[in-house]
């Protein structure tokens, strides 16, 4: 069983894990109008944050949002916040220039992609991770981050999509 912490403190992820060279499952998000997103099977980055409504996640969806604006893979951020308080925070920050999605409904994404955490304060919602995947669907980059409370490593994650 995979693991990350939450300040300090061991907290174990359920789902399946998947790796560099896996392919990506294909599963659906709900968008802020309520229509399916689709992750998996295409070229992505797929950023995974608990929610919104935390500093940390908020600032790191607003460095993505900068550094994608000129990208040419779909750049989607995914967390268990309510697609209409996704919608809401996307308006407030001005985030146009990827996509966010929410796996409230059934923790597809969480647990196929082995990022739902399994224990402790955070139970039930989504770890920090980020995955990029190439036009086959196969994941090139994959980091969990050790620390829940902490931003990803945004060199390597926006090199993994140049």
């Known amino acids: 069983m995979a693991t990350t912490s939450l300040k300090g403190n061991l907290v174990n ?37 608990p929610s919104l409504d935390t500093p940390v996640c908020a600032a790191e969806t607003r460095k993505f949002n900068e550094e994608v604006a000129n990208s040419d893979t779909e750049v989607v951020v995914v967390s268990m916040d309510l697609p209409f308080a996704s919608g809401r925070f996307c308006t407030t920050e001005g985030i146009e220039n990827l996509k966010v999605g929410s796996d409230f409904r059934n923790k597809d994404l969480a647990n196929a992609y082995g990022v739902l955490i399994a224990d402790g304060a955070l139970a039930g919602v989504t770890c920090r991770a980020v995955f990029v995947t190439d036009d086959q669907g196969v994941v090139t980059y994959k980091e969990i981050c050790p620390e829940i409370t902490q931003e990803p490593n945004y060199e390597a994650a926006l090199s993994a999509i140049n």
Do not use: Y
């Not at 896996?22 to 980055?45: E, F």
């Open 13 to 49: 992820l359920a789902g399946t894990e998947i790796n560099v060279g896996d392919k990506a499952p294909i599963v659906n998000v709900v968008a802020q109008d309520l229509s399916d997103i689709q992750i998996g099977g295409k070229r992505q980055m797929i950023i995974v944050v």
